[in-house]
């Protein structure tokens, strides 16, 4: 009898959390959960004391302040905090989660159900392209790009990645911001932070500070000279090499500030194909 109540009142915190779906157990199973207004019916499996434990899995939930016939919290509760990044003004539609493959330092790969692959490009973000080089601060070429998405694999390893976005770009990739799930990292952020990527002002405003910083702290790709990865691409396809960048502590970066936009152009992501 014991054993039981202490799982109902795990049931009872469980149901608060995630107030999605029913939960199941040897003891008890939640059944008939309805989206907004729920009649949740708690189904005893002891034939003996299935009327008093039910009674007490009712009382255990109005302890926590829910009641069978009231409102659970949304499922909106359960999704990372998304203040001060490019999705805090939007409505999440799509979630992702699972462990993914790098693709690069701004890339990730989740295999889906079907066999099939659902790319999602880092919101908000924009590392080296693979086969990118940078010049560190002795003016020695080095694999930015290969160090970008090396990075990206050492910070997630084999965690559970969780990415929540509004919607997909032209080449139905989801615009996401990502989450390690273990360690409760925002990996669009941290790879800003630490100078593996650069903030993507033309579409968001949302990681500047972030990227103020690392330039300060002189991480990642600003310890020497660099190309911007879009001009990178940009440059690529023209086969006109652009002058290089360097990177003093308390440059502020020379890109449109135009906000939020959709994406569109093929010029922003013709490179982040590469595997």
């Not at 202490?6 to 029913?22: D, E, H, I, Q, R």
């Not at 630490?194 to 002002?201: M, N, R, V, W």
Request: aromatic share 6%; net charge positive; charged share 25%.
């Amino acid at each position: 009898m014991a054993a039981c109540r202490g799982a109902l009142k795990l049931l009872a915190m469980a149901t608060m959390l995630t107030a999605t779906a029913c939960y199941t157990s040897s003891a008890m199973r939640l059944i008939s959960v309805q989206p907004r207004r729920t009649a949740c019916r708690v189904e005893m499996m002891s034939k003996d004391e299935g009327k008093s434990l039910r009674t007490f899995a009712a009382s255990s939930l109005v302890a926590l302040g829910i009641t069978l016939s009231g409102d659970f919290p949304s499922v909106a509760a359960t999704l990372p905090e998304l203040k001060n990044t490019p999705l805090s003004a939007s409505k999440v539609s799509i979630v992702l989660e699972g462990i993914p493959r790098v693709v690069d330092g701004d890339t990730l790969v989740f295999p889906t159900k079907d066999g099939q692959k659902d790319r999602v490009r880092l919101l908000g973000i924009d590392a080296p392209e693979s086969r990118q080089t940078c010049k560190d601060e002795k003016g020695f070429p080095y694999a930015c790009g290969l160090e970008s998405k090396t990075y990206l694999q050492d910070l997630i390893k084999n965690d559970v990645v969780k990415c929540v976005a509004e919607k997909r770009d032209m080449y139905s990739r989801v615009l996401g911001i990502c989450f390690d799930e273990k360690t409760g990292v925002q990996i669009n952020q941290n790879l800003v932070d630490q100078g593996e990527a650069l903030a993507y002002q033309q579409y968001s405003k949302a990681y500047v500070m972030n990227e103020e910083h690392a330039k300060s702290e002189k991480r990642g790709v600003w310890k020497g000279a660099f190309q911007e990865p879009w001009q990178y691409r940009k440059d690529k396809r023209s086969k006109q090499p652009s002058t290089s960048r360097k990177a003093p502590a308390n440059e502020i970066s020379k890109v449109s500030l135009s906000g939020n936009k959709p994406v569109s152009s093929v010029e922003d992501f013709d490179g982040d194909f590469e595997e």
